[in-house]
């Protein structure tokens, strides 16, 4: 075989390695870096703190030996190598939680292993690998709580201050955030305008971590969490739905069932606020930006909707534009009404 030809070949095998890649997020899942850097170096200590099967971590070990994120030495023992600092929860890039097959990130990008999914179905690759969406998966499985509750601790992001300091809060006396996650934003509406009171509405895990952040803000006389769907009818009772950075997440008649349960429930007079967020492909099209927008339509559907593709998904649920607020880059808000 001519040599160009085996280093095409080398080079397609090494293109296509999906044992690395699982190797490096096993270990960031199990912290073997930590665990080394605190001493416990040593196979069958670490195969014990970690509740693994030595005779597999040992070739795991090894393999990241061979890798460079180790080194071995001659007694066995491993220490961690300068590629594999980064994994140290210290580290300040924060790789090892991204990486971590119990993190929220890590779970999502484990599905992309099907992105030919996405390519032939436009839907995201999640429920083809998991059995179910994004969300219902880390909703309905207990080993995302405690990634959840991790992720209540991130400020409101995503030009998410128009929200708060851009809506004319002081005619509305209640608002229900639905999808309203870690509670973050549901918390600082209420701290900025103290008149509000509020409803949290999220799927199981998330409401209840997002019940927890209300109660440890001190806000649980004004606020409550509830578990609910916003593909069944929502409980009415509030002057404003608040649906921020939900859409996305959903293809256009998803996200049309959504406008018309939170126009439903507002009613005649109440008021769905639209506060969707819009992800910066800088410029579609070109080689560079193919593969993050692959990533990106494999893991929602919609990345990028014009405000003008919103109203129309409003009108498409029943409902009609009675304000337009501030776009920024990433977010823009509307206000909608029952037609
Ligand atoms: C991208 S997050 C947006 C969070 C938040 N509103 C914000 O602005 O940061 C989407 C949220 O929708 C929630 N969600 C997904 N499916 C849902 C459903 N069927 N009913 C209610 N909430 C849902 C998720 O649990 C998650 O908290």
């Not at 075989?1 to 190797?23: C, F, G």
């Not at 973050?184 to 971590?209: F, M, Q, Y």
């Amino acid at each position: 075989m001519p040599t160009t030809t085996l280093n095409h070949h080398e080079r397609l095998r090494a293109l296509t390695d999906l044992l690395t890649p699982s190797i490096i997020r096993a270990a960031a899942t199990l912290r073997l870096a930590d665990h080394i850097a605190a001493g416990v170096n040593r196979t069958d200590a670490l195969a014990e703190v970690t509740g693994t099967i030595p005779e597999l971590l040992d070739m795991l070990l090894r393999r990241l030996a061979g890798l460079e994120l180790l080194s071995r030495a001659e007694d066995g023992s491993y220490a961690v190598a300068p590629l594999g600092e980064p994994l140290l929860d210290t580290d300040p890039s924060g790789i090892r939680g991204l990486l971590s097959m119990d993190g929220l990130f890590g779970r999502q990008e484990l599905a992309l292993v099907n992105v030919l999914h996405t390519v032939r179905t436009g839907q995201p690759s999640h429920a083809a690998v998991f059995g179910a969406g994004y969300w219902e998966d880390i909703n309905h499985n207990p080993e995302f709580v405690d990634a959840l509750e991790l992720n209540a601790h991130n400020p409101i992001g995503w030009d998410a201050s128009i929200i708060v300091e851009g809506y004319d809060w002081s005619q509305v006396r209640s608002v229900t955030d639905v999808g309203g996650h870690s509670g973050a934003l549901l918390i600082e509406l209420l701290r900025s305008h103290p008149h509000l009171t509020g409803r949290l509405l999220d799927l199981k895990n998330v409401a209840e971590v997002g019940g927890r952040a209300i109660a440890a803000a001190g806000l649980a006389d004004r606020a409550e969490a509830v578990v609910g769907s916003f593909f069944e009818p929502l409980p009415t009772g509030t002057d404003v739905y608040l649906l921020s950075a939900i859409l996305a997440d959903w293809d256009d008649e998803q996200a049309i069932t959504i406008l018309r349960h939170c126009g439903e429930a507002a009613g005649p007079g109440g008021k769905v606020l639209l506060a969707e967020v819009n992800l910066p492909v800088a410029e579609t099209g070109s080689l560079e930006t193919a593969g993050f927008e692959l990533y990106l339509r494999a893991t929602m559907p919609a990345p990028v909707r014009s405000v003008e593709q919103l109203e129309r998904l409003g009108e498409a649920a029943g409902l009609r534009v009675s304000w337009r607020g501030p776009v920024t880059p990433v977010r823009s808000l509307l206000e909608f009404t029952l037609a």
